[in-house]
């Protein structure tokens, strides 16, 4: 088992197991959902950003979870916390999501807490450098990340953290990656969803952007349409080739039939 002070890697996730259903705590008390809204428009499309293009286009080699403002329950009697985004690896969905027990991100069933958390900063009094820092240490989240487009708290707008023994220490530099998998976080100018903005983004190893689903629908389209002008230009090169072909043998014939005419054998 990793260490306190060691990240924890995805070839080690073998080694962490959920508790037994028999040890499972009532959650009879618990109020899983409180029916608040998300912050503002631009936080929901990113919270769904983040999300949906891992379930588009990432492809790792374990089953992985990730969650958009969802509760996370690290304690039977100790208020939930609620990330913006989570991301758990080797770890699977239930197949029926409606019991209670399946609705939220509790650390006993899934057998760990989530390897990244991110918050995005809203406004001035969410506390994610401080308390939320101190809270997400105490559930000993991996590594989590603060981005703040509006520079409310700081006038870095990434900054990120890696759990080490008991506390959530700043990653030195601007590598934002999840170790062991070459996912990286990274900011991106773009459009999405027919927005402009600089938006938060995963990449891999190779510094290519994990695509939403509509960006590898139209990657899709432009290979498809690439192929099809690249067929019709083989076939246009094999049409002209064809008609060379034929207007050479339509020389040769009267060049022969010339020869015929003044009496010569061309054969």
Same mark, same amino acid.
């Given at each position: ?6 990240? %924890? ?20 008390? %618990? ?6 809204p998300v912050d503002n428009v631009f936080s929901e ?22 969650? !958009? ?5 690290? /304690? ?15 770890? +699977? ?17 899934? /057998? ?5 958390? *991110?918050? *995005?900063?809203?406004? =001035? ?14 559930? +000993? ?38 170790? /062991? ?9 773009? +459009?999405?969803?027919? %927005?402009? !903005?600089?938006?938060?983004?995963? *990449? ?5 952007? *994990?695509?939403? /689903? #509509? ?5 899709? =389209?432009q290979r498809a349409d690439l192929e099809s002008q690249? #067929?019709? #230009?083989?076939?246009?090169? !094999? ?5 060379? #072909? ?21 054969s």
């Open positions: 088992m990793p260490s306190p002070s060691e990240p %924890i890697l995805p070839s080690e996730l073998d080694l962490l197991k959920p508790l037994p259903p028999e040890l499972w705590p009532n959650i009879d008390h %618990i109020r899983t959902e409180d029916g608040a499309k990113q919270m769904r950003l983040l999300t949906e293009s891992l379930y588009s286009s990432w492809k790792p080699a374990w089953p992985f979870v990730a969650f !958009a403002n969802v509760g996370m329950f690290y /304690g039977v009697d100790i208020p939930p916390l609620v990330p913006d985004v989570l991301l758990s690896l080797n770890v +699977r969905l239930p197949e029926d999501l409606r019991p209670k027990l399946n609705r939220s991100y509790f650390v006993w069933k899934y /057998g760990k807490p989530p390897e990244v958390v *991110i918050e *995005i900063v809203s406004n =001035k009094v969410g506390r994610e450098d401080t308390e939320k820092l101190r809270l997400y240490a105490e559930a +000993r989240v991996s590594t989590y990340f603060i981005y703040d487009p509006d520079h409310f708290l700081s006038e870095t707008p990434l900054r990120g953290y890696q759990l080490l023994r008991n506390e959530l220490v700043p990653i030195d530099g601007d590598c934002f990656e999840l170790p /062991g998998t070459g996912l990286r976080l990274t900011l991106w100018r773009g +459009r999405y969803e027919d %927005i402009d !903005a600089t938006w938060l983004r995963w *990449i891999d190893a190779q510094e290519n952007l *994990i695509a939403t /689903g #509509a960006e590898k629908a139209e990657s899709e =389209k690249r #067929a019709e #230009a083989q076939s246009q090169r !094999a049409e002209a080739e064809s008609q060379r #072909a034929e207007v050479a043998q339509q020389e040769n014939e009267r060049l022969m039939n010339l020869l015929r005419k003044q009496g010569i054998d061309p």
